[in-house]
């Protein structure tokens, strides 16, 4: 089996229980009720009032200065999208970009401004300003923390404008994972010489799961497969045998897994390519080499 990477797994911080005030007499403990009862009035509000604390990102003095750091979030309220970040200590950055449904990357530059603003700008075939990415990297207490990330640059929200239009798209962001590379070369880790092969197989997996092309999907697996249902250890030994049993992987939750997932930059490491948070896994070649359904 392939193992799961690190990647944005939720932590949810847990509610404090309210204690129980003494009895030390009526008129007593009525003024504490009413001193209680405006406390946890003024924590109700705190705690739904918006946060708008920011959070230093320099990587200047970091372990990742000239790394490539990749978010994933959303564009929007249904676009999936992912943002691979390469910072200097200048301030500088260049990225790419692309959503579940992007046929290729977008390149990007910009800068940090003030240590949390986040200037991006992408340009069409022409070499003219098409877009922008405003947003400000704010403090995340709910994010993995990995070796080597500031917690200071694991999450950013902002405003994606098109320059065209005027029409402006907020997008949310955590960090997903950092890792060392070339940007226009994420795969190489994993055996890769190109990595638009493995893109467009993880494409075509993901739009056979979503389209139930059965026959696709079997297509792309690379056999014998180990897959675990049930707490038991399923070998797979060709198409046939994937089919026999597609309902059982396959469920409506895993599907759903699949479709929300970015078939592009996606991370890479020596086991092979993963698609979303390690649903899938390819080989150098673009053939499916596991399958994490949990």
């Known amino acids: 089996m392939i193992p799961l990477a690190p990647d944005a797994h939720r932590v949810r911080d847990s509610l404090l229980a309210p204690q129980r005030t003494s009895h030390l007499g009526a008129r007593l403990q009525a003024r504490r009720l009413i001193v209680t009862g405006l406390s946890t009035l003024t924590l109700l509000l705190s705690a739904f009032a918006p946060s708008v604390a920011l959070a230093d990102c320099d990587p200047s003095d970091r372990d990742i200065a000239n790394h490539l750091m990749t978010y994933s979030g959303q564009l929007g309220e249904r676009n999936p999208l992912r943002l691979v970040l390469r910072p200097t200590s200048g301030g500088k950055l260049e990225g790419r970009y692309a959503n579940a449904s992007s046929q290729s990357d977008t390149y990007l530059t910009g800068k940090l401004e003030a240590k949390s603003r986040l200037h991006l700008t992408e340009f069409d075939a022409g070499g003219m300003p098409r877009a922008t990415f405003e947003g400000e990297f704010s403090s995340s207490d709910d994010v993995n923390r990995q070796r080597g990330a500031s917690p200071a640059c694991e999450a950013i929200s902002g405003q994606w404008k098109d320059l065209r239009t005027g029409r402006s798209v907020p997008f949310e962001l955590t960090l997903s994972s950092i890792q060392s590379g070339k940007i226009g070369h994420l795969y190489g880790i994993a055996g890769v010489s190109d990595d638009e092969t493995v893109n467009r197989a993880a494409t075509q997996f993901r739009k056979g799961v979503l389209d139930d092309r059965r026959d696709v999907v079997a297509q792309l697996i690379r056999y014998p497969l180990h897959v675990s249902l049930r707490g038991k250890t399923l070998i797979l030994r060709n198409p046939k045998s994937l089919l026999a ?27 092979g390519v993963m698609l979303g948070d390690g649903a899938v896994w390819f080989d150098a070649n673009g053939r499916v080499i596991g399958l994490n359904r949990s």
């Open 245 to 271: 049993r597609y309902n059982e992987i396959f469920t409506d939750r895993y599907v759903r897994t699949i479709g929300a997932a970015v078939p592009r930059l996606m991370f890479a490491r020596d086991q």
